[in-house]
């Protein structure tokens, strides 16, 4: 983070808990980066319509939203661009001269996670999950033209979203049934304190697989240590964080995000 001046543009995540958060760290590293005259904090959010009000009134220029507002923000914003509204969910404000729109750049951080290390049109990926992060990764992935399966513990919620999204739905045991050249976990299943669980049996992989888990903590959860040692490639949750992360900054500075300095902070922050 710079000096903070009068010219100095806030930013911030509401959620709650948000003290957690890796958003501060990687933002404001990323504004110190560029240059840029902004700093980002954690804004621990019960209300979300004061809330709104707060960043309409105090001219906050950009907000990321999590748990448990991503859903329940919609109404309280003035444009809601056509991703975020097709998911149903916002995962960022952009305060455009008093007037508040949101995206959802869960998709696209997914989606660019992926495609950084392999293709996906005409891929079948197959996402074990049916929360707000399998929806917003469902729909990025049928977007960049792959196949899409759901595989969740809950039939019926897992049937809602397949059937929301046009996918096929098969329970969390039967994976096998499912033709996967790309598995992604987006349930939290694995995520600490509890890193000795894994969403699905490790028999059920095959080193065919390419494994994402999109847990970050910690780096290496059980079930892409299990992928590893069968021989299948592995993508961790962090490239995910990062580029909804960098598609934020970038509609909120106009700046191109300088994504290899968030990948090391958040890497950094997470190892120590
Ligand atoms: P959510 O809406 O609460 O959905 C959680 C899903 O996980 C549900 O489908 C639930 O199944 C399933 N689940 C929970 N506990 C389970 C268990 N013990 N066994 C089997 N399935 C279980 O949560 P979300 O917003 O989608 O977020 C999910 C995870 O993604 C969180 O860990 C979050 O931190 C992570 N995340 C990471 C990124 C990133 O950038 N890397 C971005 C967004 C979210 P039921 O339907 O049966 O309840």
């Avoid at 390419?210 to 590893?228: G, H």
Wanted: glycine share 12%; hydrophobic share 45%; charged share 20%.
């Amino acid at each position: 983070m710079g000096i903070i001046t009068g010219n100095t543009a806030v930013y911030g995540v509401i959620g709650n808990p948000v003290a957690h958060s890796l958003g501060p760290l990687m933002h404001n590293k990323a504004f110190a980066g560029l240059g840029h005259p902004g700093v980002y904090v954690a804004f621990e959010t019960r209300d979300i319509g004061q809330a709104m009000d707060g960043i309409r009134a105090l001219n906050i220029r950009g907000i990321s939203v999590t748990i448990p507002h991503k859903e329940t923000i919609v109404p309280h914003l003035d444009q809601v661009d056509d991703t975020a509204r097709q998911i149903g969910a916002v995962n960022t404000v952009v305060n455009d001269k008093g007037k508040l729109i949101g995206y959802n750049t869960d998709a696209y951080g997914a989606v660019k996670a992926l495609t950084e290390k392999t293709g996906v049109k005409d891929k079948d990926v197959v996402i074990i999950g049916a929360g707000g992060a399998a929806r917003a990764i469902g729909y990025g992935m049928l977007k960049a033209g792959a196949r899409v399966y759901i595989l969740n513990r809950s039939e019926g919620k897992g049937q809602k979203l397949a059937a929301f999204l046009g996918a096929s739905f098969y329970p969390l045991t039967e994976l096998s049934r499912a033709p996967c050249d790309i598995l992604i976990n987006t349930t939290p299943v694995g995520m600490a304190p509890n890193v000795d669980e894994m969403p699905i049996e490790p028999e059920q992989l095959t080193d065919r697989m390419l494994v994402m888990d999109i847990i970050y903590n910690p780096i290496s959860t059980r079930l892409l240590a299990s992928a590893e040692k069968i021989g299948a490639n592995v993508i961790d949750g962090v490239p995910m964080f990062v580029y909804q992360g960098a598609r934020q900054f970038e509609l909120w500075t106009g700046l191109d995000a300088p994504v290899d300095l968030m990948k090391k902070v958040v890497y950094k922050a997470l190892k120590e």
